[in-house]
């Protein structure tokens, strides 16, 4: 079983900055690409920023240039760095993460979700 624990959601002012932790934890083999996505009230999860194991990245336009994702391999963790904050970035962030256990059986599994709410 694999468990994904994220934290640092909040709320935060427009040009504010907060950043987003997530650790995999339990019968890891291996974690491949790991990701953030949001998703906001009546609208779909989206993808944010997505990282592979070797540290190439992707970002959704909306994002580029003021998140910035990361990892660090050793402890499976993924991080999300967020600045000028924006009140549309008000949503709840999921993380994401390929994952192939100790069965070197692959899934995909999600964090229970953190909120990031941005004041006018």
């Known amino acids: 079983q694999v468990q994904l624990v994220e934290s640092g959601g909040g709320l935060v002012q427009a040009g504010g900055s907060l950043r987003l932790s997530c650790a995999a934890s339990?019968?890891?083999?291996?974690?491949?690409?790991m990701g953030w996505y949001r998703q906001a009230p009546g609208k779909q999860r989206e993808l944010v920023a997505e990282?592979?194991?070797?540290?190439?990245?992707n970002y959704a336009d909306s994002v580029t240039g003021r998140f910035t994702i990361s990892r660090d391999n050793a402890k499976n963790t993924v991080y999300l760095q967020m600045n000028n904050l924006k009140p549309e970035d008000t949503a709840v962030y999921y993380c994401?993460?390929?994952?192939?256990?100790?069965?070197?059986?692959?899934?995909?599994?999600w964090g229970q979700g953190t909120q990031v709410t941005v004041s006018s």
């Open positions: 339990g019968s890891i083999f291996r974690v491949n690409d």
């Open positions: 990282i592979t194991n070797g540290g190439s990245t």
């Open positions: 994401n993460a390929a994952v192939v256990a100790r069965t070197l059986r692959w899934e995909n599994y």
